[in-house]
């Protein structure tokens, strides 16, 4: 048996697999989805953004547009409140982003690998767990927005989530400045440390 032979079996095994465990965790990937969606649109992070595009590449094309659909409920759903809340646009914009990618095109097996890669540059644990179809990697950490379901809802859970990543961040810097004093001093780091208090307190008025 040749060399190229070989070459083709292994592709034409290897796309078998991918599609079977595709129709297998069809809805945990979904779900999957969702959450690295809920993310993206509501919290810029980048890596989940692209978890989310993955995970809409290796959905079947039923599957994918049936997510797209989810996404254009959730983006109806925001265009009816910008006008009193314009500071959504930012995550209308974010939504459509996340639709343009999914929707760019039939993805192949190459395109597939080339995101996976990506993401393992990025975030290997979303990749791991996307191999896995197990959407908790993101329920681990965003335990409020990933349990949300409305917009108000969701709306809340991501102000909630913000908070959060802001304290940890001045706790580091306060746990940081106990190791190293003379971080003390120095007024870049004093400087930040004041805006993410400010940021917090504001958020906690709002």
Same mark, same amino acid.
């Given at each position: ?29 979904g ?9 993206? &649109? ?12 993955v ?29 009193? &809340? ?19 095109k ?6 597939? &690998? ?39 809802d969701?709306?809340?859970?991501a ?8 304290e ?39």
């Amino acid at each position: 048996m040749n060399s190229s032979l070989l070459i083709i079996i292994f592709i034409v095994g290897l796309i078998g697999y991918i599609y079977v465990r595709m129709i297998l965790h069809g809805g945990r990937v979904g779900d999957y989805f969702r959450n690295a969606a809920k993310i993206y &649109i509501w919290l810029n992070k980048a890596d989940a953004g692209l978890a989310a595009v993955v995970a809409g590449k290796v959905a079947t094309l039923k599957h994918r547009m049936s997510l797209v659909s989810e996404l254009d409920s959730q983006l109806n759903a925001c265009n009816t409140i910008v006008n009193e &809340i314009p500071e959504i646009r930012e995550n209308i914009e974010r939504i459509e982003c996340l639709k343009l990618h999914i929707l760019e095109k039939e993805w192949r097996l190459t395109d597939i &690998i080339t995101a996976q890669n990506e993401l393992k540059n990025i975030n290997p644990q979303y990749l791991k767990a996307l191999d896995k179809a197990d959407p908790s990697v993101f329920r681990d950490k965003y335990p409020y927005l990933t349990s949300a379901n409305t917009l108000q809802d969701i709306i809340n859970a991501a102000l909630k989530e913000s908070q959060g990543e802001v304290e940890k961040g001045i706790e580091f810097m306060e746990v940081m400045m106990r190791i190293s004093p003379e971080l003390i001093e120095d007024s870049d780091i004093a400087k930040t440390k004041k805006q993410l208090e400010d940021d917090l307190a504001k958020s906690k008025r709002t």
